[in-house]
Antibody, heavy 119, light 110 residues
């Protein structure tokens, strides 16, 4: 099982960024996926969940209305579109696999991609 | 302030047993499975315990998890220097309709 995030970088406050997660080693459409972030020196914070079919989506209150999670099961890809970015969105963003189609429980993590929001 | 409460730090000497607690409520720990993840310095988190008390293959049996009502705990026996890491509990919260992590516990092996 492998998850590899990409798309991180430096962006100004109010700007947008799109993160991607490329996976391998498992049946992509059979499992839920999450985005989890970690601000510098801080703990882990759950950001968003999408079921294996893509029909069920949840967001943390801190990103609701600004972030959009999506997946393309045909292309086996996961994305996180982030807009109206704030300083407090600065973090390493991890793609994390759930244990089943609708199972939030995380069993594998990517290595993370750093997003820095700063002017 | 996290929905799940963990002690910010814990410590022990090699060979000792250490227990890390995770306190929640009926909407999270009380009704869903608890997972524990280990994060070594500078690394991504790694699954340690799933569904309250199950160990993934490759995780030593020195690590064990348990759950009772609205609390969970992670125990590490035969403590080793390599166990020095941050430990996080995480669970789904039915009221918040989202995942919640504990604040993390930094384990120091003296």
């Amino acid at each position: 099982v492998e998850l590899v995030e990409s798309g991180g970088g430096l962006v100004q406050p109010g700007g947008s960024l799109r993160l991607s997660c490329r996976t391998s080693g498992f049946t992509f459409g059979a499992v839920a996926l999450n985005w989890v972030r970690q601000a510098p020196g801080k703990g882990l914070e759950w950001v968003s969940f999408i079921s294996g079919t893509g029909q069920t989506i949840y967001y943390a209150d801190s990103v609701k209305g600004r972030f959009t999670i999506s997946r393309d099961n045909a292309k086996e890809s996961l994305s996180l579109q982030m807009s109206s970015l704030r300083d407090e969105d600065t973090a390493v963003y991890y793609c994390a696999r759930g244990m089943g189609n609708f199972d939030f429980g995380i069993d594998h993590w990517g290595q993370g991609t750093l997003v820095t929001v700063s002017s | 302030q996290s929905v799940l409460t963990q002690p910010p730090s814990a410590s022990g000497t090699p060979g000792q047993r250490v227990t890390i607690s995770c306190s929640g409520s009926s909407s999270n720990i009380g009704s869903n499975y608890v997972f524990w993840h280990q994060q070594l310095p500078g690394a991504a988190p790694k699954l340690l315990i799933y569904r309250n008390d199950q160990r993934p293959s490759g995780v030593p049996d020195r690590f064990s998890g348990s759950k009772s009502d609205t609390s969970a705990s992670l125990s590490i026996s035969g403590l080793r220097f390599e166990d020095e890491a941050d430990y996080y509990c995480v669970v789904w919260d039915d009221s918040l309709r989202g995942g919640v992590f504990g604040g993390g516990t930094k384990l120091t092996v003296l």
